[in-house]
């Protein structure tokens, strides 16, 4: 499963992205908004820190304008995943970029039939906001599985890109689910390396090698 980064938080993507297991990054208006900086600056430093896929979000919400935007951010960096919301307008611009080879990743995604819409349209990712699902009460991780079961049915090559992402349990049950992708806040991922029983463990076994008085080098 790629995991991403939901940041527009470029010295912590770059400090975690060194650690080499970042294999892309999704931003979207609220995470722009956040960083305080031009949309095309960020997403410019962004795309030159990782290799993989840049989610840049439109602001437009009717096709001629969401194109016009994709085209415009698309051509910033050739990892420019253009991000488009989960609209018949959206789904229209999608079509287009499809034939004009340009990545799209379909956002806000609520529900299975949208997904299988947007995998109609071409998208080359569907993100599917699992959190927030579960703040309105449903089941976000049903809906991955869901999703999944769609797409292998009817052989859709559209990634799962499992967004919106609250917990490093939500990561492991989207993997189970078979997600393709899971965009993480910074703070999942980090925790991601953790448990109590290995940093315990570590303790000891420092402990017992140092009464060795070896080294190895
Ligand atoms: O950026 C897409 C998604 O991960 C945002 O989800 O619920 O954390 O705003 P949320």
């Known amino acids: ?79 420019v995943v253009v991000k488009v919301p989960l609209t018949s307008e959206g789904l229209a611009a999608v079509q287009v970029f499809a034939q004009e080879g340009i990545a799209t990743n379909v956002t806000l995604c609520f529900s299975a039939v949208q997904a299988l819409m947007a995998a109609k349209a071409g998208a080359t990712y569907i993100s599917p906001f699992i959190g927030r699902l579960d703040d309105y009460g449903s089941d976000g991780v049903s809906l991955i599985h869901d999703i999944r079961t769609i797409y292998d049915n009817y052989g859709f090559d559209t990634e799962i890109l499992s967004a919106s992402i609250r917990t490093v349990e939500h990561v492991k049950a989207v993997a189970i689910a ?22 315990k463990g570590l303790e000891q076994f420092m402990s017992d090698w140092a009464k060795t008085g070896q080294s190895i080098l």
């Open 1 to 79: 499963m790629q995991l991403f980064l939901d940041t527009t938080d470029t010295a912590e993507l770059k400090a975690l992205a060194a650690g080499g297991l970042v294999d892309g990054v999704t931003t979207n208006p609220t995470l722009i908004a956040k960083s305080g900086r031009p949309m095309l600056e960020v997403i410019a430093e962004i795309c030159a820190i990782v290799e993989g896929p840049v989610s840049a979000e439109v602001a437009a919400v009717q096709t001629e304008a969401m194109l016009a935007e994709g085209r415009r951010l698309a051509a910033v960096a050739s990892n």
């Open 178 to 199: 078979g997600s393709d992708c899971a965009t993480l806040p910074p703070a999942v991922f980090k925790a991601l390396f953790k448990h109590p029983l290995t940093e």
